[in-house]
């Protein structure tokens, strides 16, 4: 089955221990992203890749890093966590570089609590 | 800077009720338009999308038309079941070098039996 799959589901951390967060798609998509949902703003991009060993910066990169060592995952750190980083993160995945009109494909969320 | 602004919500109707969900956006160049769906405890996952002016995207029963001249991009569905309960999306995708996907901040929709 064609699926981005992100774990864990639910973690809870303490402000400053490092945690990872990952995500793997089996589906050869070249691009792949991060997203935070937050109530009343959507979602923001956090960093995304349009391939391996490329990656920028979204709209809202502070705190967190990626890497894309290989094209199937895109795991997402938190060197240091704090509480404003207490939020609902997805992973999505699209097909086409470049190309506008491919839709996202996306993980079923990671939900983080930073104490 | 380029932007969605979709109605907020909670929106509660009764089943087989009108659905009626407005999005508009502000775009540089020529985006691709698309709704989102997510169900309680699941990811996004797409509804329906328009790649340029005057297209129609449709899927489950649900519309939106791609209108240029009013920036707008609003879902319809003529008769909503409970099974449509979710948060919808709004989004624009630009192709500008890369690849960029904007969001809405969401409408959750309530049907009631």
């Known amino acids: 089955e064609a699926q981005v799959t992100q774990n864990p589901r639910y973690l809870i951390t303490v402000t400053g221990k490092k945690l990872t967060v990952t995500c793997s798609q089996n589906?050869?998509?070249?691009?792949m992203s991060w997203y935070r949902q937050d109530p009343g703003l959507g979602l923001r991009q956090i960093y995304y890749?349009?391939?391996?060993?490329?990656?920028d910066k979204g709209d809202v990169p502070e705190g967190y890093k990626v890497s894309r060592k290989e094209k199937r995952n895109f795991p997402l750190i938190l060197e240091s966590p704090s509480p404003n980083q207490t939020s609902l993160y997805f992973c999505?995945?699209?097909?086409?570089?470049?190309?506008?009109?491919?839709?996202?494909?996306f993980g079923n969320g990671t939900r983080l609590t930073v104490t | 800077g380029d932007s969605v602004t979709q109605m907020e919500g909670p929106v509660t109707l009764s089943e087989e009720a009108f659905l009626t969900i407005n999005c508009t956006y502000t775009?540089?160049?020529?985006?691709?338009l698309f709704w989102y769906v997510q169900y309680p405890g699941e990811g996004l996952q797409l509804l329906l999308k328009?790649?340029?002016?005057?297209d129609k995207g449709s899927n489950k029963g649900f519309e939106a038309t791609y209108r240029k001249e009013t920036t707008s991009f609003h879902l319809e569905k003529g008769s909503v079941q409970v099974s449509d309960s979710a948060v919808y999306f709004c989004?624009?995708?630009?192709?500008?070098?890369?690849?960029?996907?904007?969001f809405g901040a969401g409408t959750r929709l309530f049907v009631k039996a």
């Open positions: 999505a995945s699209s097909p086409r570089l470049g190309q506008g009109n491919s839709p996202l494909h």
């Open positions: 589906m050869n998509h070249e691009y």
């Open positions: 890749s349009m391939n391996v060993e490329v990656t």
């Open positions: 775009a540089t160049g020529y985006p691709s």
């Open positions: 328009a790649t340029k002016a005057d």
């Open positions: 989004a624009l995708s630009l192709n500008t070098g890369g690849f960029k996907t904007i």
